[in-house]
């Protein structure tokens, strides 16, 4: 049984520019997080989203959004980039909004130049 | 503001050796305490986790010691082999409003087991 995928896996953006990443939780699970992972710190919490509402936000800029689809997958969106957004984001997904029971994906690695 | 601190940020120990991870919080409202490990590439994976109500639990070689006055917990590695070397995250879970649940991360142990 295939995992959370996410996609793409890396990615180069320019200061300024938009980025949209995907995840698709594993088959079943019904709540989709997200997290920013910069390199050599923990991940930290952005959204929660279950039953395609959003249940959580962490301290994150308006430039951040994301949604849930039908079928539970997930969009992060990220405007205006800046240099600082450079990390790892990572999906997990759950059977029910609970964070104790989330499947991470491998993430997408985002570069901004 | 760092809601769970995590000690030391790297850690190198023999093969066979029993590597200890702390970690401290503040916010009394986390009530229940997840370890993750990720290896390079991947996403972190839960390995272990503990309820404040318990002092200690015990999961294969994996062991959480937890300590709710001095808000203090820890994972041992007992018998530590080379494939257990990766980076290790301390979690703190608390309730938001709705029925909303947080995770919040510390900031990395990364373990070298050398062989």
């Known amino acids: 049984d295939a995992g959370v995928t996410q996609s793409p896996t890396h990615l180069i953006k320019t200061r300024g520019q938009q980025v949209t990443l995907r995840c698709s939780p594993i088959s079943g699970h019904k709540s989709v997080s997200w997290y920013q992972q910069v390199l050599g710190q923990g991940p930290q919490f952005i959204f929660q989203?279950?039953?395609?509402?959003?249940?959580g936000r962490g301290n994150f800029p308006d430039r951040f959004s994301a949604r849930q689809f039908p079928n539970y997958s997930s969009e992060l969106n990220v405007n205006a980039l800046l240099l600082g957004d450079s990390a790892l984001y990572l999906c997990a997904s759950s059977l029910r909004s609970l964070p104790n029971e989330q499947f991470f994906g491998p993430g997408t690695r985002l570069t901004v130049l | 503001q760092q809601q769970v601190k995590q000690s030391p940020q790297s850690l190198i120990v023999q093969k066979g050796g029993i590597p200890i991870i702390n970690c401290a919080y503040e916010?009394?409202?986390?009530?229940?305490f997840p370890w993750y490990q990720q290896f390079p590439g991947k996403g972190p994976a839960l390995l272990i986790a503990i309820r404040p109500d318990v002092s200690e639990k015990k999961e294969g070689r994996f062991t959480i010691s937890f300590n709710k006055s001095a808000k203090q917990f820890s994972l041992h590695i007992m018998d530590s082999q080379p494939g257990d070397s990766a980076t290790y995250f301390c979690a703190a879970v608390e309730s938001l409003s709705g029925s909303a649940r947080q995770l919040t991360f510390g900031s990395g142990t990364q373990l070298t087991v050398l062989p």
């Open positions: 916010n009394t409202a986390f009530d229940y």
């Open positions: 989203y279950y039953e395609k509402e959003e249940r």
